[in-house]
């Protein structure tokens, strides 16, 4: 199986903060990587697939990156609806695990 | 739009069984790959079985794999998880989830349900 890490696990940031979250995969999974958000009492909503395509709705301070086992999700300058937890999740091979998550909270 | 409604969550006791359904509207049902995915109260999330859009492919996470049996029925744009021998650690929010695109590989998860809770106690 393929295991997933995010660093860090929490970071505190500001209001129109540059953030970024990195996603490793214990083996390759090409551009197979996506990323959630989540908001408490909320199921997760899609922000980019295909490693680095922005989902339909989605704003463009978002914006993400990588390929085999690094990525990264960059927000260019955080607004107060985008504090959140974030998943990466891979879609290479079954079973599609996610990782443990990063809270993002207000500083 | 696209609407995922999950039901059949409750307590249940451990070793019993439960089976969640999730009833889709808003899209082709049948071009579509589904899936299960869980979140313990306050833990982060953890994927756990797919079927493919035609049925034919079925995929498990390895902590349910033999436990559950993920199943779809076309004809009533529904997709089931059947859990046996529930345990303490499956309490959780089930989550039913759709493919991004139709009739594609294993894919992102671009719509979710609002889940639903299964606590297994005595």
């Known amino acids: 199986d393929i295991q997933m890490t995010q660093s860090p696990s929490f970071l505190s940031a500001s209001v129109g903060a540059r953030v970024t979250i990195t996603c490793r995969a214990s083996q390759s999974v090409s551009r197979h990587l996506n990323w959630y958000q989540q908001k408490p009492g909320k199921g997760p909503t899609l922000l980019i697939f295909?490693?680095?395509s922005l989902q339909t709705g989605v704003p463009t301070r978002f914006s993400a990156s990588g390929s085999g086992t690094e990525f990264t999700l960059t927000v260019s300058s955080l607004q107060p609806e985008d504090f959140a937890t974030y998943y990466c999740?891979?879609?290479?091979?079954?079973?599609?695990?996610f990782g443990p998550g990063t809270k993002v909270d207000i500083k | 739009q696209v609407q995922l409604v999950e039901s059949g969550g409750g307590v249940v006791q451990p070793g019993r069984s439960l089976r969640l359904s999730c009833v889709a509207s808003g899209f082709t049902f049948s071009n579509f790959d589904m899936h299960w995915v869980r979140q313990t109260p306050g833990k982060g999330l953890e994927w756990v079985a797919a079927v493919s859009y035609h049925g034919l492919d079925k995929n498990y996470a390895d902590s349910v794999a033999g436990r559950f049996i993920i199943s779809r029925d076309n004809s009533k744009n529904a997709v089931y998880l059947q859990m046996s021998s529930l345990r303490a650690e499956d309490t959780a929010v089930y989550y039913c989830a759709r493919d991004s695109r139709p009739r594609y590989d294993w894919d992102s998860l671009a719509s979710w349900g609002q889940g639903t809770l299964v606590t297994v106690s005595s």
């Open positions: 999740q891979q879609s290479s091979s079954a079973p599609f695990t």
């Open positions: 295909g490693a680095s």
